[in-house]
């Protein structure tokens, strides 16, 4: 299995919305990874788990919250967002081992709409 | 910090070559990631090359990397229709998980 799921695959919802992203891989990485996309844009890396730790935060606003419940799963709780947090929101993973490539292999992506 | 600069469109015809550029930054960079991007979709793997390599070759791929002028290249022969998307360049800094990614190429494939 070589696959990253995201859901859902779209989301729309108001600023005072609680709602949360999911990620789910089963290749054995010990790494995960949350990025923002806008349009015509590269990837913006937001946070990384390393053996389901938070390694790195970007300086993301709190509004985000970031969540690795065991070495598969990995959430992102998003409250109270601003129109300009719409974005694609891409999971990635990778391997954690020394002297190899370790390629990110990313999801499809969740589509965030905040009205 | 600079940019990992890629030119932002390439317009080519069916069953010709594409050529994607990249001018990376950090001459340390261990590995150098190409990606393609599909509208609305996730970024999928095309190919990455180690940096002591000069070039790599892949089915229709080929990779060129010159690390004196810290410049990248894609080679897609033979490009068809669905070659059609984005493509980002990638390079990773030694030691950490963060990729650096380029300003991306739009490529598109004219039947």
């Known amino acids: 299995d070589t696959e990253v799921t995201q859901t859902p695959k779209h989301l729309v919802m108001g600023m005072t919305n609680k709602k949360s992203l999911k990620c789910e891989q089963h290749m054995g990485h010990r790494a995960m990874y949350w990025y923002k996309q806008k349009a015509k844009k590269p990837p913006e890396l937001m946070f990384v788990?390393?053996?389901?730790?938070?390694?790195i935060n970007e300086s993301v606003p709190s509004r985000f919250s970031p969540e690795c419940p065991n070495s598969s799963l990995l959430n992102l709780h998003l409250h109270a967002l601003q129109p300009e947090d719409s974005a694609l929101y891409l999971c990635?993973?990778?391997?954690?081992?020394?002297?190899?490539?370790?390629?990110?292999?990313f999801g499809p992506g969740t589509r965030l709409t905040v009205l | 910090g600079e940019d990992v600069e890629q030119s932002l469109f390439l317009s080519v015809r069916e069953g010709d070559s594409s050529v994607i550029n990249c001018t990376y930054t950090d001459s340390s960079s261990t590995y150098l990631y190409w990606y393609k991007q599909e509208p609305g979709a996730g970024l999928q793997l095309l190919t990455y090359?180690?940096?002591?390599?000069d070039m790599k070759q892949d089915q229709r791929l080929t990779v060129l990397l010159n690390k004196k002028d810290k410049h990248l290249s894609l080679r897609i022969a033979d490009t068809q229709t669905g070659d059609s998307a984005i493509y980002f360049c990638a390079e990773i800094y030694s030691g950490t998980y963060k990729y650096i990614f380029g300003t991306g190429t739009r490529l598109k494939v004219l039947a």
């Open positions: 090359i180690f940096s002591n390599m």
């Open positions: 788990y390393s053996y389901e730790k938070l390694s």
């Open positions: 990635a993973s990778s391997q954690v081992v020394a002297g190899v490539s370790n390629e990110q292999f």
